[in-house]
Nanobody
Framework: QVQLVESGGGLVQAGGSLRLSCAAS????????MGWFRQAPGKEREFVSA???????TYYADSVKGRFTISRDNNNMAYLQMNSLKPEDTAVYYC??????????????????WGQGTRVTVSS
């Protein structure tokens, strides 16, 4: 069974940094679009960032642009470097992957694999 597992969440003060990791169970994920989404308490899950299969293109929500950086390695790992964190970044962060050939990378239904989430709390 293919799976994604996030790690690296935790408690950090405003202005601090965290790096989230996403480990895929199979190397076939190297061929997939990878994304990060987050869900704050009482809110809907929202797009944060995505990276293309070749890593030649990256995409960011306006709310995190300039502060977060998405990356991936040569195998089955994806990362989200989170700098200058704000209290409004507090959420459960989910790693996602898409084997589909087309669709909007900002939409949940583009992705057919999801991790369990890792919690990020930013204190003011």
């Amino acid at each position: 069974q293919v799976q994604l597992v996030e790690s690296g969440g935790g408690l950090v003060q405003a202005g601090g940094s965290l790096r989230l990791s996403c480990a895929a169970s199979e190397r076939t994920f190297s061929n997939y679009l990878m994304g990060w989404f987050r869900q704050a308490p009482g809110k809907e899950r929202e797009f944060v960032s995505a990276i293309s299969r070749s890593a030649g293109a990256t995409y960011y929500a306006d709310s995190v642009k300039g502060r977060f950086t998405i990356s991936r390695d040569n195998n089955n790992m994806a990362y989200l470097q989170m700098n200058s964190l704000k209290p409004e970044d507090t959420a459960v962060y989910y790693c996602a992957a898409s084997s589909r050939l087309a669709g909007n990378y900002r939409e949940l239904n583009r992705y057919n694999y999801w991790g369990q989430g890792t919690r990020v709390t930013v204190s003011s």
